[in-house]
């Protein structure tokens, strides 16, 4: 893949550092490291061609998944807060929670229940 635009890196040709592309009512690019003064049409005709390799960005791996028989496969339930909320499905006295602004400001936040023992999660807008 290829793209084509005007003027996207613009070096100082004195000291190479990285100049500011001119806007259209600026008639002269000044480099703010050696205060070189270069003419902004010398940049109107320069067009920079960027390419991407099809291998450059490569997916990431995926974790790996437990399984269902795995006997931490409940660990990420227990980590957040605790509220001494019965489990509506196995009856535990604890719940974890956390909270998340999901709707408008002036609109309470949403509550997020699980349970430790079984796995059952809700929520509540509040």
Same mark, same amino acid.
């Given at each position: 893949m290829s793209t084509h635009q005007k003027h996207s890196l613009i070096f100082c040709p004195d000291c190479g550092s990285l100049l500011d592309p001119p806007t259209t009512?600026?008639?002269?690019?000044?480099?703010?490291?050696?205060?070189?003064?270069?003419?902004?049409?010398?940049?109107?005709?320069?067009?920079? &061609?960027?390419? =991407?390799? %099809?291998?450059?960005?490569?997916?990431?791996?995926?974790p790996k998944k437990k399984n269902a028989g795995d006997e931490d496969s409940m660990a990420h339930l227990r980590d957040g807060a605790t509220i001494k909320e019965r489990c509506p499905k196995c009856d535990a006295p604890e719940m974890v929670f956390h909270t998340a602004q999901l709707r408008s400001a002036d609109e309470g936040?949403? &509550?997020?229940? =699980?349970? %430790?023992?079984?796995?059952?999660?809700?929520?509540?807008n509040s």
């Open positions: 009512s600026e008639t002269a690019v000044q480099c703010h490291l050696c205060s070189c003064l270069l003419p902004s049409a010398a940049f109107d005709s320069l067009e920079v &061609v960027t390419q =991407s390799s %099809v291998t450059a960005f490569t997916t990431r791996p995926m936040q949403t &509550v997020f229940y =699980s349970c %430790v023992k079984c796995g059952f999660k809700e929520k509540l």
